[in-house]
């Protein structure tokens, strides 16, 4: 079998049952659920490789249960709806999902987005490990902003600040370059992949967690255009790396 776990949340079980069987197909090991209650639960005690997430879900919908996800961590989410409005699109994909399949959609289609959603997590994973194993890398000081590269860790003011892996490499993309401007697009190419087609809007999510994350974080956006660093004639430093 394969050791990747897919977990397939939709309260219709003929929908369920027909995703699981074609993804078995391919040798992956899944398991369905009924609700984001319990998936939630899932994810305490045996988190998936990948979620594929309706969003009219009884009780918590799967928009809530995308938000609650990407506060933790980066794991890939398939979002799949009837819903198939731009705002719906958007907001899936504005709160944090990697990919969004109207209803009804083909079985093949999804295995095929499953794949590449894997390939890509496979990608960041092998980064982050070359990153890791690196020997004597640096960190970047700017201002009251510390980046620890080696071990992949922020501090702000000298208090670490957890973040999710993507939220760091858009954090360390901006930093890196302090006061320049950055397109939404050149953004979603340095964090997401050059092969990603979800909306521009994923870094505005993104932005905003980061805000969230650090009140004072001096990132502005750049009307028409996107978004940059602010340092105000800060210096950029590099150092070796060590822990704080």
Known sequence: MNSYLIAVV??????RNLVEAYLQKENYQTIGLETAEAAWELWRTN??????????LPGMNGYEFCRKIRNEAEVPIIMISARDTEVDIILG???????????????????????????????????????????ELPQIIVGQLQLMLEERRAFWQGEE????????????????????????????????????????RAVDHLIKRLRKKIGQLPVESVWGHGYRLRTDGGELKYEAGSSN
């Open 161 to 200: 600040v957890e973040m999710t892996l993507k939220e760091f490499e858009l954090l360390k993309a901006l930093v890196e370059h302090p006061n320049r401007a950055f397109t939404r697009d050149e953004l979603l190419t340095m964090v997401w992949g050059d092969d990603y087609f979800g909306s521009e």
């Open 93 to 135: 994909l504005e709160l944090g999902s990697d990919d969004y399949l109207v209803k009804p959609f083909s079985p093949r289609e999804l295995v095929a987005r499953v794949k590449r959603q894997l390939q890509r997590g496979n990608k960041l994973k092998n980064a982050d490990e070359a990153s890791k194993n690196a020997a």
């Open 10 to 15: 939709d309260d219709d079980h003929h929908i």
């Open 47 to 56: 988190p998936p490789d990948m979620w594929v997430l309706d969003i009219m």
